[in-house]
């Protein structure tokens, strides 16, 4: 299969004045994380960095602050690909070794990964169309998918439920909300209700069929984001949607699972 050489790997929209999201047109929607990045006072996030096929900090140098801490909600390929990028990188001890060592086994797809042949998930999701790469396009001439690997984090710090992350003008409660995966992290922000809720929940179809996954424990995740007074939640992936919509989708995954 021949492709096109991308004009640019990443967009970005600003949502307010302190938070833009990033994404990446031309990876696949199944694989396309939602990238955030949350100015600070005194510390700038970017909570996860995409699937690292081209600089994600080159592309978003104008918006950063000195000091930035990349957040890993989870460790999923899809997620992490440029946290090797940052000086600072945040996650649950339970996700730690996907950062540190970014072996295949912590990868999405588990044993080795086939960059150009996603099918091999497809009995375990719904929704997403895997037919195919996983990218339309190339970052640059000469780029070889068969040789993509994602790069070990440098300078990681754990994060454990209830560990509050400093901005100066703001701060996120770190929630612990297993289930997609057992370190999987979300980041509230009582003052305003803001939550990045990783893949704990998004606005599309969960997965909760991978070798790590746990039902027992994404419905307690649910259960828990149920009582959770959120304004807004930022997910890993599709549109960010209100309170409604989060009770809409949670209690929907509930009695999917006859919870």
């Not at 005194?42 to 990349?70: C, H, K, N, Q, Y």
């Not at 649950?92 to 080795?112: I, K, N, Q, V």
């Not at 649910?222 to 949670?250: K, N, T, Y």
Request: aromatic share 8%; net charge negative.
């Amino acid at each position: 299969m021949g492709f096109k050489i991308a004009d640019r790997w990443f967009e970005r929209r600003r949502v307010d004045a302190a938070i833009t999201l990033i994404w990446e047109p031309h990876v696949v929607p199944f694989l396309r994380c939602n990238i955030w990045h949350v100015k600070g006072r005194e510390r700038d996030l970017v909570v996860d960095t995409g699937m690292g096929l081209a600089p994600l900090r080159d592309f978003a140098r104008d918006i950063l602050g000195g000091a930035v801490s990349a957040v890993a909600t989870h460790a999923h390929l899809d997620h992490i690909g440029g946290h090797h990028e940052f000086d600072h990188c945040l996650c649950h001890r339970l996700e730690a070794p996907g950062l540190a060592e970014a072996a295949p086994a912590s990868t999405l797809a588990g044993g080795r990964f086939d960059p150009a042949d996603l099918s091999t998930l497809a009995d375990q999701i719904g929704g997403y169309d895997l037919d195919g790469a996983m990218v339309t396009a190339l970052p640059h001439a000469g780029f070889d998918l068969a040789e993509y690997r994602i790069r070990p984090a440098r300078n990681l710090s754990l994060v454990e439920d209830g560990d509050i992350i400093d901005l100066g003008d703001r701060q996120f409660q770190v929630f612990h909300l297993p289930g997609h995966s057992p370190g999987s992290i979300g980041l509230y922000e009582q003052a305003s209700g803001t939550l990045f809720s990783g893949d704990a929940v998004y606005d599309g179809p969960l997965l909760d069929t991978l070798p790590h996954s746990n039902v027992a424990d994404y419905i307690r995740t649910m259960e828990r984001l149920l009582e959770l007074p959120v304004s807004i939640v930022h997910a890993g992936h599709d549109p960010s949607f209100g309170r409604d919509r989060l009770r809409e989708l949670a209690r929907g995954q509930l009695r999917r699972w006859g919870a």
